[in-house]
């Protein structure tokens, strides 16, 4: 579902998609020990996806950075009423703080035999074409990516987006192989 931006988002976003901006932010709120561990010079505005610490890590970066949270905060209560510990804002704070200090929970689809593949429902054909995507010849795993698809119904959209992807992706992908068998 997509969101649209709301005033109060869009005015935010607008003035700190300049770096000056939140070089002058960050110098006047960010608290003395974490602006010491800081290089203002290299501030670059990225999204704050997942997306951007892949890319932060495929410029040859060994470690993720550092990622502050920092809530700007203009309610109409005023001062902030809320708790500033984040691990407050869960149910259950003692879970999510054991939670997010453990080793995260990993899925390598590289490991999962491909017969486990084939038994995990609805995922098992993202779970297949990623885990072969890479490899050599992707044709020699057309039958069965034609089977996922067909055994577990995916809807047109999603169909059409794997064969998209195969398309872009896959190496040495027999085009005409591939039409004849969808």
């Known amino acids: 579902m997509k ?17 000056s901006i939140s070089v002058d932010f960050l110098q006047i709120h960010l608290p003395p020990a974490l602006q010491a ?8 505005i990225t999204s704050g996806s997942f997306v951007a610490m892949h890319r932060h890590l495929k410029q040859g970066h060994k470690r993720l950075p550092m990622i502050v949270p920092i809530l700007f905060y203009h309610g109409r209560q005023s001062p902030y009423p ?10 259950d704070p ?11 929970p990993l899925v390598d689809v590289t490991v999962i035999p491909d017969d486990e593949i084939k038994t995990h429902r609805k995922v098992a054909l993202l779970e297949y074409v990623q885990k072969h995507i890479h490899g050599k010849d992707i044709n020699i795993h057309l ?3 034609a089977w996922l698809m067909e055994k577990f119904g995916l809807s047109k959209e999603l169909a059409q987006c794997s064969m998209h992807y195969l398309l ?15």
């Open 3 to 19: 969101t649209f931006p709301t005033p109060h988002d869009s005015f935010f976003r607008k003035f700190f998609s300049d770096a």
């Open 37 to 44: 561990k800081c290089d203002f010079s290299t501030l670059a």
């Open 82 to 91: 809320y708790s500033m510990r984040w691990l407050n804002c869960f149910d």
């Open 94 to 104: 003692t879970a999510a703080q054991a939670f997010y200090t453990q080793a995260f």
């Open 143 to 145: 039958p069965i990516i």
């Open 168 to 182: 872009q992706k896959g190496n040495a992908l027999d085009s005409e192989e591939f039409i004849n068998i969808h």
